[in-house]
């Protein structure tokens, strides 16, 4: 069984900042690639940035340059660190652990919302 919790969501005006974190806990043996997601309402979920054990990170197009994706592997935690935000980053996000352990297999975070506005 594994657990993931996320924390750090929140309401912050354009151009603001939130780092959000998200902490596996558990069965686990290795966690492979993370990654967060985000899904505003009427759309479908989007991957926003993946970071994998190796270190390889891969971001969404509309995110680049803004937003910062980390792991701290001796925390089995993940960061996104979100600059420069605007209001089409407003959604809820969601972090997902690809866990081996015992019970290996993707997992995804409760969601946290993220709301952009003035």
């Known amino acids: 069984q594994v657990r993931l919790v996320e924390s750090g969501g929140g309401l912050v005006q354009p151009g603001g900042s939130l780092r959000l974190s998200c902490a596996a806990s558990g069965s686990i043996i290795r966690i492979n690639e993370v990654g967060w997601y985000r899904q505003a309402p009427g759309n479908e979920r989007e991957l926003v940035a993946s970071?994998?054990?190796?270190?390889?990170?891969n971001y969404a197009d509309s995110v680049k340059g803004r937003f910062t994706i980390s792991r701290e592997n001796a925390k089995n935690t993940v960061y996104l660190q979100m600059n420069s935000l605007k209001v089409e980053d407003t959604a809820v996000y969601y972090c997902?652990?690809?866990?081996?352990?015992?019970?290996?297999?993707?997992?995804w975070g409760q969601g946290t919302q993220v709301t952009v506005s003035s």
């Open positions: 970071i994998t054990s190796g270190g390889r990170i």
């Open positions: 997902l652990f690809e866990v081996v352990g015992g019970v290996s297999g993707g997992f």
